[in-house]
């Protein structure tokens, strides 16, 4: 029968975690920063988006309940929704004209096709009472402030869908 040794004390400890250990808590770490980021990147654009709705519908009824001439109530719309735009697609066409708008701006193609057309028609609407003064405006009026509530209203609600 072979002799049995004695089991040799040593003073070194073992590691608390081995190398795949550390792999695993590293990987379970980076996964759990990139999703948490998603998710706080989308919170923050979809509070985002509700806010500028709101903030476009306020100075609508600002705008409204001004005495503007025709000519002055279409380029107040037309600065108003050309800056919603703007907050929502991150684009810089503020001064533009409304057809190097339309045609010229890639930020667009993140809207449906009817939701372009929608606008392009909106905005020539908003061109005519600019440059062609109408004298019927208090009916005028009424209608191009109805028309921009439910354009806007109709922008953010595709937008949301497409995000």
């Not at 108003?80 to 930020?107: G, K």
């Amino acid at each position: 029968m072979p002799e049995i040794e004695d089991i040799i004390e040593t003073t070194e400890t073992a590691p608390l975690l081995l190398w795949w250990h550390w792999t695993i808590i590293i990987i379970v770490a980076l996964l759990t920063a990139y999703y948490s980021s998603k998710w706080l990147k989308k919170k923050a654009t979809t509070k985002l988006k509700v806010n500028n709705l709101k903030s476009a519908l306020e100075q609508l009824v600002v705008i409204e309940k001004k005495d503007l001439e025709d000519n002055e109530l279409a380029t107040e719309l037309s600065f108003l929704t050309r800056e919603y735009l703007r907050h929502q697609l991150n684009n810089q066409a503020l001064f533009q004209t409304h057809q190097e708008f339309i045609n010229d701006h890639e930020d667009l193609e993140k809207l449906p096709p009817k939701a372009r057309t929608n606008l392009a028609q909106y905005l020539e609407v908003l061109a005519n009472h600019k440059y062609l003064p109408d004298s019927n405006l208090p009916t005028g009026k009424t209608k191009l402030i109805q028309h921009t509530e439910t354009l806007l209203r109709g922008l953010d609600s595709t937008l949301l869908k497409e995000l």
